[in-house]
């Protein structure tokens, strides 16, 4: 019912997840960051506990797939679980259970993880690997990318309705966290436009978070 990638800009030090699944609101579930740590998708069915748990494997030193193993060894239905890891320094982990739905597959690649169950075809996958590793500039639209380029070569085995963003950098929240929650056709195509809508502002929006007094204007009655 989803697929994801996880990847890391080698320049920025920005981590990050791109997801999309046939079930509604797959960002409120499934991908979990922590800046200057780690990414983890924890889907199929999910469980997010995992992925704050690997996080705080990370945080504690272990490796990507130390973490893994202790938090899937510690979950009594992880038969039905898939989860993918990406740390800081571009190590990866994955894991697919024995129950995991349909078509699936998993492949660590450079500076990236990609996973998906009940695929179209494990092609999908290795695209989208393979997309993301050939790409360049900003880690939010080479995951977008990377995600149109795995529903070209045939997605999952039915349409997808939610996708999500998520990029941490080097502070306490997110840089990027768009959403699309539901739509009734493709929502990967909607999640582009949001960040397409999003990217110009973003750094305002750190600015007012760090020093409101160089805040640009909001434009808005008031606050011209």
């Not at 309705?161 to 990027?176: D, F, N, Q």
Request: hydrophobic share 40%; net charge negative; proline share 4%.
């Amino acid at each position: 019912m989803t697929i994801s990638i996880a990847g890391l800009c080698l320049k920025t030090g920005q981590l990050g997840i791109a997801i999309s699944s046939s079930s509604i609101a797959v960002g409120a579930r499934c991908p979990w960051l922590r800046s200057g740590i780690g990414a983890v998708s924890s889907q199929n069915i999910t469980l997010p506990s995992l992925g704050q748990g690997i996080l705080s494997q990370l945080s504690d030193g272990k490796s990507a797939e130390q973490a893994l193993n202790i938090a899937v060894s510690g979950d009594e239905f992880n038969a039905y679980r898939q989860v993918t890891v990406l740390d800081i320094h571009g190590d990866s982990a994955c894991f697919s259970g024995s129950e995991t739905l349909g078509i699936h597959h998993s492949v660590k690649g450079v500076n990236c993880v990609v996973a998906g169950n009940m695929l179209a075809n494990q092609q999908v996958i290795n695209a989208m690997a393979s997309a993301f590793e050939s790409s360049t500039g900003a880690l939010t639209a080479r995951l977008i990318s990377a995600l149109k380029i795995g529903i070209a070569h045939g997605g999952e085995a039915g349409p997808v309705h939610s996708a999500a963003v998520k990029i941490v950098e080097k502070h306490s929240w997110p840089l990027v966290d768009l959403r699309v929650d539901w739509a009734d056709e493709d929502p990967i195509g909607e999640l582009s436009k949001l960040w397409q809508a999003y990217e110009p502002q973003m750094i305002d929006y750190v600015t007012r978070a760090i020093d409101p007094r160089q805040a640009p204007s909001y434009g808005v009655p008031g606050n011209e």
